[in-house]
Every structure is written in C-alpha cells, then in structure tokens.
DNA sequence: TCCTCCATGATATAACATAACATCTAGGCA
DNA sequence: TGCCTAGATGTTATGTTATATCATGGAGGA
C-alpha cells in the first residue's frame, strides 16, 4: 500500500500532477481502510486529520484521484475505493458483497471485451466500461 | 411499447403481483419516452397526471418495476430506463452516450459470463452484474 | 365480519454532489 | 525582483437523489 502511494507520487511527479498533501491523505484513507468509503465518510476522516471538511474538499480529491486512475468510483454504492494497480491500464470489474459490503477489484479484460463487441455491433464508441458484481463474497458465502 | 405494458400485465396477473394505477404510469412513462428519466423527473409527470408527487410516490413504483425486470436502473446517471424486454431472464448491459444520454440496452450473455468466470475464480458468487457503457452513439459519433 | 397484507399518503430528513466566487501559492518570465 | 498566470484550496450556499417513519386505506381470505 505504501507502495501504492509511490507510484501515484511517481506517476504525478512524471506527469507534471500536483499530489498535494489532500489528494495524498485522501488516497492514503482509501487504501488503508481497504473498501469503499463514502465521499461524507472521507471528508470525516480528512477533519480527523486536521484538514477542512467542506464537501469539496473530498469530491475534488476524489476526482482528481479517479480520474487520474489511483481510485475509483463504485457507482451502486455511490462510494470510492483505492486502485489496486494503478498506473497500469487496465479494465477493472468488481465484485462487491452484499452481505459486507467488501469490495475486490478484479482485471477485466474479457468482460470489457465482449463489451466492446456488444456495443460495436450496436454501432456505439465505448469509452469506459463500468462492470460491477453484487453477491457474496467467498467468506460471506461460506460462513452462510 | 403498448406491448411492454401488456406484457407487464400479464406477468403481474400470473405472479399474483399488483400492477396499479402509479406502477402503470410510470412504467408507460419510461417506455414513452424512451430514455432514461431520474426519479424526480418522473415525479413531476406523475404530477402532471394527477398522481401525487411525494418522493415516494416515485421511489416506490420504481422499486416495484425494478424487482420484478419491467425496468432498470442505470447506476451512472441516478437514472431509470424502462426495460426493452421484459419477462425473459436477461443479463442487459447499457450504452449510454455522453454527448446526447441515450441509452441503449443490448443483451449482455458473454460479458456477464465472463464476469462470473472471474468471480469465480476469486470465490465470489454473482448474483446481478451491472455492466454499463459510457461513449458515444452511433450518430452522434458520426455527427462529430 | 374482521383480520391481515400490502399499497398509498404524508412529513421529515438523510445522503450525495456541485455551483460560484474568493483567496492563496508555486512557477514562468519580463 | 516583481508581476502574471494557472491551478489548488477556502468558503458559503444550494441542488439533487433517496429513505425513514408512521398514519391511512382497500382488497381478499378465514
């Protein structure tokens, strides 16, 4: 995770990204606690940390974190998570678990694929694909 | 789409479910018009046609149709589209144009088993998969 | 009849997200 | 050095999406 953190502070320092002590301590949170976190649940933790709690200040961190690829947005829960292999390029699916609402980011390229074939057949330009599982994660699943 | 309601209908008479006067309208809204609508949209039309127009109102006659596969939520816009073919168990994926927010269902076989074959590996059991596309139309594409 | 189940009515509030404008700060460059 | 610019942050306010809760109504079964 410390390592995650690097290649986001090597990343930007090679893309000329200000990796700002906000935009650090925002990654930092989402990588630690290791699941989806609300934007309001960030923004409590960053006042924690004795920074400003304005909703802005979290949406703008995470936005700059996501579209720079070091987080991501979980869109049926309205919550973010840390990338799990940022810098490379990659087609994230996840799986998140109904029952604890842990979320694990699995490489995607099939489903992205297929995607694309759907979507080329009904003459449309994907440009991302958001693919999300709900169920049960194995531990959740056994211990049912 | 007179056809979708009936289907609707039918299915609810079958399923012992009640299909009434709110979840009707609603869903002869989102086949009507054809695009995906955010609830409080709907609410205003409901309002327009006599229904009363608390949150609720809306909220839950989405619910209904959302449960039972007469319509689906689009998680990337907080929007809800009705469903193209109801009744058969289908794993839809959605392309949604960034340009003109059409959005398109198409039927998702490959894609969501490939998203199962990659939860499975990673021990997780699928119960829904949501695989939505962000892009560009055809015509607006061609049109750009 | 009366009871139960589910739908609806109604009020309030929670949760998520952004607009808009002011201020600050690092870095380029005259 | 001193100015200028771009982007980051501070701050206030508000917009948008969604749900909790409790009261009321109405169809169908025992």
Redesign the interface.
């Given at each position: 995770m410390g390592n995650s953190i690097k290649e986001a502070e090597k990343y930007c320092k090679e893309n000329d990204l200000k990796f700002t002590p906000v935009r650090r301590k925002v990654l930092e949170i989402l990588l630690q606690k290791n699941k989806a976190l609300g934007a309001y649940e960030i923004l409590d933790l960053l006042r924690e940390a004795g920074f400003k709690n304005q909703p802005p200040v979290a949406y703008r961190a995470l936005d700059f974190l996501v579209k720079n690829g070091f987080a991501h947005k979980i869109?049926?829960l309205n919550s973010f998570v840390g990338c799990m292999h940022p810098g490379k390029d990659h087609s994230p699916?996840f799986?998140i678990?109904?029952n604890c609402d842990f979320v694990?980011e699995?490489?995607?390229i099939?489903?992205?694929f297929?995607?694309?074939?759907?979507?080329s057949?009904?003459?449309?330009?994907?440009?991302?694909?958001?693919?999300?599982?709900?169920?049960?994660?194995?531990s959740c699943?056994s211990s049912a």
């Open positions: 869109e049926q699916a799986m678990c109904r694990s699995e490489e995607a099939n489903p992205s297929s995607v694309s074939k759907i979507a057949k009904a003459g449309f330009k994907v440009e991302k694909a958001v693919i999300e599982a709900r169920g049960l994660c194995h699943a």
